[in-house]
């Protein structure tokens, strides 16, 4: 998975395959958090997004785990399909007084296989 | 449904001159941002825009850098004297709220030679 500064990692998968993409966020007192997907050549495409006060929170094939206690943030794809090949990046919002700075991780490149 | 839409595509500039990227964000969306993605590496927050004056910025968003909403449509970025390091993809982004989604454009590639 990918962590907030670190190298873009891989994960390669069949079509069909559930996807887990992993992130590790760093500032404890960010309270919003979204995942982006990224196609080549296009810009950031949000995904889903998720509060400090939830843990989970499920989209359209994808689902969103947060566990604080580790600064961890993962999303899942059910059913993987060629089309979601993209990279994949995390945000957390960190800034004062409630302010939207977002920081952002480099992202982990999905490859599905057909 | 719409977009966000940005122009140019590409640009590719001399160091040191003035460049202007341009945003039509989504119409009803109150909020813009720029952020900027050196290639291969993170985007990169640069600047938030709401009620016509800078809400926050970062620290690569020096004075050499500047944005305005000109005419309630367009939502541009000028690098007045561009350096080599300013080579990225510069994307614009609106939202409804402050901590709402964000919406964002294709973006413009800035080459500075």
Known sequence: ?????????????????NSIINCAYSNSASDYFI??????????????????????????????LLNKTVKHLSLQIAATQPGDSAVYFCAENIGPGGSYIPTFGRGTSLIVHP | ??????????????????????????????????????????????????NNEISEKSEIFDDQFSVERPDGSNFTL??????????????????????????????????VL
């Open chain 2, 1 to 50: 449904e719409p977009e966000v839409t940005q122009t140019p595509s590409h640009q590719v500039t001399q160091m040191g001159q003035e460049v202007i990227l341009r945003c039509v964000p989504i119409s009803n969306h109150l909020y813009f941002y720029w952020y900027r993605q050196i290639l291969g590496q993170k985007v990169e927050f640069l600047v938030s825009f709401y």
């Open chain 1, 1 to 17: 998975g990918e962590s907030v500064g670190l190298h873009l990692p891989t994960l390669s998968v069949q079509e069909g395959d």
């Open chain 1, 35 to 64: 995942w982006y997907k990224q196609e080549s050549g296009k810009g950031p495409q949000f995904i889903i997004d998720i509060r400090s006060n939830m843990d989970k929170r499920q989209g359209q094939r994808v689902t969103v």
């Open chain 2, 78 to 111: 000028k690098i007045r004297s561009t350096k080599l390091e300013d080579s990225a993809m510069y994307f614009c982004a609106g939202g409804s709220g402050s901590t709402d989604t964000q919406y964002f454009g294709p973006g413009t590639r800035l080459t």
